[in-house]
């Protein structure tokens, strides 16, 4: 992936080592400084057709605002997507409380109770879903689907807001209400509901303490998540609200899981509506995506993936895409020289596109997307 990084975007196709890095260091600061590495110019260059950035329910998005208004017909879309984890974090009174304020502030709604707090969530759902938004976001360690009354979470939120701790059956009650009404929000608008499961974060005590949270001190997690997950859908297929949906697992053991889950909650004439996501984060590389869609294969139906995601905040990350089209091909084309699937390859380059391009389009609606806004 690296050396993908630097043969694309730089023209570099040396091995990098200790005897090359100062060398490949010199050359690519130096190419940084022409306008063809602008973060425009580089999407343009990787014939990137839609981007989503990943923002707060509270944000402002005025720079959606301005791109949208200021976007030729020939760029790029750019869509904002909703990820609202802050709005469950009840285990952190004073965090909570404080973006409560700052969620009083974007949606205009004094937020004095939980039914004026959904009601503020709802309005800054509407706002993304004005500037294209298509889809949720929602990192969270393990499904949650516990049995609750609107009562106890009206109660559990007048209690944070006041300042006090709850216990963790508690906030897993309160987490479990915002999991569901964020689904049935993404159901009522046509969104995609995206959960990414299974990370283990900030183990390491000390160095939280000293650099915060997001620095390397995550791993893989191994909660239990078949029973809740499967709560989880089937409450929203009773009530007829659930969205199409993508689950991200973090760890590998959890892929056959998740592949026969998604067979559960199949239809309403929406091919492949829950979907296994992508290998991410520790898998997103060979054996890992290997992994993957050997599973997803076996146990579910590959002609529906939505195919690879670039999930980094870096605009020379692109070559992932590439690295996943290479793996899948290669996989594709070991099982025709070995008899496994047929030497048909019209059918198999229709599959390639499928996965790699137009299952992702339609899963998103991104075809539907506004081109244009005064």
Known sequence: ????????????????????????????????????FSTRSLLAGKKVVVICTTDDAADSLEHHKAYMSNRNEEELVMCPTFRPDNAMKVEDPAAFKAYVQSLEAASGVDIDDYDAFV?????????????????SDHGIEEPYAEPYT????????????????????????????????????????????????GALRNNNTRGFRELGADKGFDSIGDLQIARPLSRFLDRLEIDNQLPRTIIYNLNPADNALISTMIGNFMG????????????????????????????????SLLNRFIGMVTDSRSFLSFPRHEYYRRTLCNMLGTDIEQGIIPGDYDMVGDLVERLCYSNAIAHFSYQKLPRSTS
Not at 166 to 191: C, H, I, L, Q, R
Not at 276 to 290: I, L, T
């Open 1 to 36: 992936w690296t050396h993908l990084e630097l043969k694309r975007y730089f023209g570099i196709d040396t091995l990098l080592n200790e005897d090359t890095a100062e060398s490949v260091w010199d050359q690519t600061n130096e190419a940084l400084q022409s306008p063809e």
């Open 119 to 135: 009601k503020a969530l709802r309005l800054r759902h509407d706002h993304f879903d004005t500037l294209g938004c298509r889809a």
């Open 268 to 299: 309403d004439g929406t091919p492949g509506k829950v979907q296994h996501g992508p290998a991410w984060w520790f898998h997103d590389q060979k054996e890992g995506m290997e992994e993957h869609l050997q599973t997803l294969s076996n146990m």
């Open 150 to 197: 609107e009562k106890e979470v009206a109660e559990t939120f007048q209690r944070v807001l006041r300042g006090e701790s709850v216990p963790e059956s508690e906030a897993n009650k309160f987490k479990s209400a915002m999991m569901y009404e964020f689904a049935v929000m993404d159901f009522e608008k046509g969104w995609t509901f995206q959960m990414h499961i």
